[in-house]
Each structure stands twice: as C-alpha cells, then as structure tokens.
C-alpha cells in the first residue's frame, strides 16, 4: 500500500476513498426506497470488492439519504464497521425558516450534526469528520469545544477539513487539541490549480489561479492527508460522447492512448495522474456505476512517467509550459 499520511492514523485506509454522494436516491425529502437501497448496497460493494476502505459522506449528501442508504448496509452487516473506514462532513446548512443556506461551526451545530449522522449512518462513530466548508463567522474555541467533546465520548477518533487553504488550516490547528489530519478540496484535469499556483510563481499568466499557496505543502509537512473531490472531472475524458472543445478532444485522446499503454482503463489513468503528485493525494471516486468503480480502481497500479504526467497536464492545460 502507497504509504498515504491517513495510514499514519487509520492503518486501513485505503488509496481511494468512496464517494457516497451518488447514493441515496434523488436531492429531497421522499422517504428512501427499496429499489435505491439496493443501489446502495450494489456500489458498496463495488467498492469493497475493488478494495476500497474508505466511504466518504456528508449530512447534506441527498438531504441525509445517502447517510440513510448506507446505514442499511450497515444494520444487514454490522460487522463491516471494523473494516472500514467511515468519514463525513458538516458545517453547511440549507435555506429554512431561520435563513439562507450558510455554514455553521457553532458547537451546538458540529455536535447535533454528528450525533444526526451516527443515527442515520447506524454505528456509534465516525472515525474521520470533517468540516464542509470555510464558515467566516468561525469562533475558534466553538470548533475547539465541539471536537474536544466529540472525541471525549468516543463518538469522533480523528478529524479534518474540507475547502480550506494551508494558512486556514494552520490557523486552526493553533486552537484545537486533536491535530487535523485531512483535507478535501477539488483536484483534477480539469481544476488544475493545485498545480498552477507552483509552476506560475511570479508569472503574470498565473494571476487568476484559484489555488492558495502552500496549501499542499503544509499539508505535507504536517501529515494532513490530501484527498480530491470531483477527480474525474465528471467523465469529461472518460465518459460517453459529449460537447467538447479541441483541446479536451485531443487530452481524450491522450487520455485514452495512456490506458492503452497501462493496460488500464481511461478512468484509471485520470486518477493515476493525480496519484502520480508527490503529495499523495488520495481520489474520491464518485461514480455508483459498479462497472466505473472497477475500472476506477485500476489506478492503484499505475504509476504514470513524469513524461506522461506532463503531457497529461500540458494538454488539459492548453498551453505549453512558461
């Protein structure tokens, strides 16, 4: 196993994580059926069968429903808990009657919020939470008091962020008695700022990345794991036919070219890339299609050239390098 920083922590961790978002049914109220139950006990255990430890949840994901779906799977086979890994996220909150959607790092709010998702989820803990989203209106010993409490009864063994900068996390860390050990944020082909920000420093093309500095490397020095949400790009170089300009035709072809070279699939070589970055980062495999989550899970066996992992970079980029 590559050695990933969440390993230094959970041991069982796996290289990919198992995004749960896609099950769950539809984004509403109605209550969970028979038919996206099974859905969910189908991806499951794909991703198991991949070998995939890690399943990764949000309160929010299918307004509770994919935290519901997933806690069947739980109660028909209580013993799979021990050998997994179960992390989710809170902190943002929908319009209702009190307001606009918003994020909420109060106590009150982190604490319920877990306590919610343990009862949807079907076990007495989560051993990864992390914080959704950046709240600005973060009272810094709110976030401390509600992990000190969380962890103190067990309910939480580790915790994290998602969305956050170096500096944000750094920041927090000074107040926390538990050490943040993860961070999600939007990594891929096509989101390749975590790149950019390194390669145009000084250089006026790079006045608009959309990528804080430092960021990886903070993370690195501090055995934070960095995991992608969104790495497929949505199955841009990957999926059925689709509107796509010149460039992402020709980084298709290349992306297909690649896992021919590999004896992989196009999937694998896409996430690959991203594992190829000496920040070890970990992919979130989004797809419920069993099928998608094979041919994902390919890309623990490659390890890409850093000729391939430029061209790669190169022709989503569309300019060559400054």
Request: negative net charge; charged residues 20%.
């Amino acid at each position: 196993m590559k050695n990933l920083p969440l390993n230094q922590y959970i041991s069982h961790a796996s290289q990919l994580v198992y995004g749960c978002m896609a099950i769950g049914g539809e984004w509403d109220f109605n209550p969970l059926t028979k038919d996206q139950t099974q859905h969910a006990f189908a991806a499951v255990d794909a991703a198991l069968e991949a070998g995939i430890t890690v399943f990764d949840h949000a309160d929010i994901y299918r307004m509770g429903k994919a935290e519901q779906a997933f806690g069947e799977v739980l109660k028909a086979r209580p013993n799979l808990r021990e050998e997994i890994v179960l992390q989710s996220k809170c902190g943002i909150r929908f319009e209702d009657e009190h307001g606009p959607k918003r994020y909420d790092f109060s106590k009150d709010w982190i604490v319920t919020s877990v306590e919610n998702t343990l009862s949807r989820l079907n076990t007495e803990y989560l051993d990864l939470l992390l914080l959704h989203r950046p709240d600005p209106l973060m009272e810094e010993e709110e976030v401390a008091a509600a992990f000190d409490a969380l962890f103190d009864s067990g309910k939480v063994k580790h915790f994290g962020v998602s969305n956050m900068s170096g500096v944000q996390m750094q920041h927090l860390n000074h107040y926390i008695n538990q050490p943040l050990i993860a961070n999600q944020v939007e990594m891929s082909l096509t989101n390749l700022g975590f790149v950019d920000e390194g390669i145009y420093v000084g250089n006026p093309d790079g006045q608009h990345v959309n990528f804080t500095a430092g960021t990886l490397q903070y993370a690195k020095q501090n055995n934070i794991q960095m995991q992608s949400w969104g790495p497929a790009s949505q199955g841009k170089y990957t999926g059925a036919p689709a509107t796509l300009t010149a460039q992402e035709e020709a980084t298709k072809k290349l992306v297909a070219t690649l896992a021919q070279k590999y004896g992989v699939s196009p999937d694998a070589i896409v996430l690959a890339w991203l594992m190829r970055h000496p920040s070890n980062i970990q992919p979130i495999v989004g797809s419920a299609n069993p099928k998608r989550i094979k041919a994902s899970a390919e890309a623990v066996t490659v390890t890409l050239t850093r000729e391939d992992w430029y061209a790669l970079y190169v022709s989503a980029k569309g300019v060559e390098l400054p």
